[in-house]
């Protein structure tokens, strides 16, 4: 079974500017969550998606947004770019109400905002 | 709101040296705690996990046991190797919206 992809892996953006990051969940794992994780710091939580709808969201300003596709996959999509957006963005994926369980990670995307 | 506390890092052990990392949590209900790591420039990986009081998860000679009583989830190991150095963070979830809450992390270094 594959796992939690995602991509590109690096970034390099310039303030203002906006960006997508891709995530393809595990195969059957239908709820999606966004993390953002500061250098040297824990992962903090952006959004999680169930059934194409978000059913949840962190401490995010609404720059911030998602979709989920009906094959699972999932976008992040910030706007408005600010030096303090620069992280890795962690995709998590998970069977339906079953995250008490255990997420399962991808590699992150590195984004640098110059 | 729900929070979880690590000790600071860094933690430098000599290689088979015993391993605890402190962890402790803040939380309404009976949420369910994990252990992750991240070794260098890669993503999370769920090293072990407990749903309920009293349990242990185990992996990789890796142990936890849930205390409600010290709302404690501390990670120990008997023999540390240099391929264990690693940032090791704490989580908790909350039954009710699945979001998962992090320490901050704390990095290990094993020494050969």
């Known amino acids: 079974e594959t796992g939690v992809t995602q991509s590109p892996t690096h970034l390099i953006k310039t303030r203002g500017q906006q960006v997508t990051l891709r995530c393809s969940s595990q195969?059957?794992?239908?709820?999606v969550s966004w993390y953002q994780q500061a250098l040297g710091q824990g992962p903090q939580f952006i959004f999680q998606?169930?059934?194409?709808?978000?059913?949840g969201r962190g401490n995010f300003p609404p720059r911030f947004s998602g979709l989920q596709f009906p094959n699972y996959s999932s976008e992040l999509n910030v706007n408005a770019l600010e030096l303090d957006d620069s992280a890795l963005y962690l995709c998590a994926s998970s069977l339906p109400r079953q995250g008490n369980y255990g997420y399962t990670f991808g590699s992150g995307t590195r984004l640098t905002v110059v | 709101g729900d929070s979880v506390t690590q000790m600071e890092g860094p933690v430098t052990l000599s290689e088979e040296a015993f391993l605890t990392i402190n962890c402790t949590y803040t939380?309404?209900?009976?949420?369910?705690l994990f252990w992750y790591v991240q070794y260098p420039g890669e993503g999370l990986q769920l090293l072990l996990k407990a749903t309920k009081a009293d349990d242990k998860g185990s992996n990789k000679g890796f142990e936890a046991t849930y205390r409600k009583e010290t709302t404690s989830f501390h990670l120990e190991k008997g023999s540390v190797q240099v391929s264990d150095s690693a940032v090791y963070f704490c989580a908790l979830i909350q039954r009710s919206n699945y979001q998962l809450i992090w320490g901050a992390g704390t990095k290990l270094i094993i020494k050969p």
């Open positions: 939380a309404t209900g009976y949420p369910s």
């Open positions: 998606y169930y059934r194409e709808e978000e059913n």
């Open positions: 195969s059957g794992h239908n709820t």
